[in-house]
């Protein structure tokens, strides 16, 4: 009975460790932000765009041929089982240029710096009208002659 009791209590232990780790949260992150010293080496006024993106690399947003600004978007967050991320840091350098392509600005924005961007809902109208998946499946039952299968 002893030997039971212990086997039992090992196997809770083992399983309630399993249960404990398996649901630590979990820091994902995403995206690319340029290190400082990779940011030390652009200089205003300067730098040409062929140097920022040789030095740092393609951008999260923007081509890198024509946009006058260059985005390098990361973020960390959160993982904690089921539920939804949390969102821990997030960084954005804005690198911009004049119009002879060489560096005007390096702006690096924050979490804090963020602003909630409200997106419209719209809708797209559908050709078939009100008609439902099963309506418009089932509607052509019967609708069809042998003459129209065999083209005769």
């Known amino acids: 009975m ?3 009791t212990r086997l039992a209590l090992s196997v809770s ?3 309630g460790a399993s249960v404990v780790t398996g649901c630590a949260p979990d820091i ?14 652009i200089k205003l006024g300067q730098s040409t765009r062929a140097e920022v ?4 690399g393609s951008p999260s947003i ?29 960084q954005i350098v804005v690198v911009s240029f004049d119009s002879a392509d060489r560096v005007k600005n390096v702006q690096i924005l924050g979490l804090e710096d963020g602003q909630v961007v409200v997106l419209s809902q719209r ?10 998946f099963f309506k418009q499946l089932l509607g052509n039952v019967g609708n069809v ?3 129209q299968i065999l083209g005769g």
């Open 2 to 4: 002893h030997r039971n």
């Open 13 to 15: 232990l083992i399983l």
């Open 28 to 41: 994902r992150k995403s995206g690319y932000y340029p290190l400082e010293q990779e940011l030390e080496v």
């Open 53 to 56: 993106l040789s030095v740092i």
């Open 62 to 90: 923007g081509s890198g041929d024509a946009d006058k600004e260059l985005y390098y978007v990361g973020q960390r967050a959160r993982h904690f089982g089921p539920f939804k991320p949390q969102l821990v840091d997030r």
């Open 123 to 132: 809708v797209t109208e559908t050709i078939s009208g009100d008609f439902g």
């Open 145 to 147: 002659d042998a003459s």
